[in-house]
């Protein structure tokens, strides 16, 4: 299992990001996949959960209404579009996937939001 997330970077309050996770090794269109994010000095937060199918999507209530997650099956990438950002949701961001009852994570993708 594979992961890689990219897509982050500056950017200033009010702003948007996309970030994108391309997963291999597993097959991509059976599984969940989550988005976590990491702020120095917290844990590991959980952001958004879509289905398999992308039908579904849950999201922290932090996030609820500025961020929305989506995948594409065929391209076996799950993404996960940030709006309004704020200074607080400055973090590195994962992307995760549950296989058999073993979790495998991306490298990670920093996303900074300050003026």
């Known amino acids: 299992v594979q992961l890689v997330e990219s897509g982050g970077g500056l950017v200033q309050p009010g702003g948007s990001l996309r970030l994108s996770c391309a997963a291999s090794?597993?097959?991509?269109?059976?599984?969940?996949m989550r988005w976590y994010r990491q702020a120095p000095g917290k844990e590991r937060e959980l952001v958004a959960i879509?289905?398999?199918?992308?039908?579904?999507?849950n999201y922290a209530d932090s996030v609820k209404g500025r961020f929305t997650s989506s995948r594409d099956n065929a391209k076996n990438t799950v993404y996960l579009q940030m709006n309004s950002l704020k200074p607080e949701d400055t973090a590195v961001y994962y992307c995760?996937?549950?296989?058999?009852?073993?979790?495998?994570w991306g490298q990670g993708t920093q996303v900074t939001v300050s003026s």
């Open positions: 995760n996937v549950r296989v058999f009852r073993a979790d495998y």
């Open positions: 090794g597993f097959t991509f269109s059976s599984y969940a």
């Open positions: 879509i289905t398999s199918a992308g039908g579904s999507t």
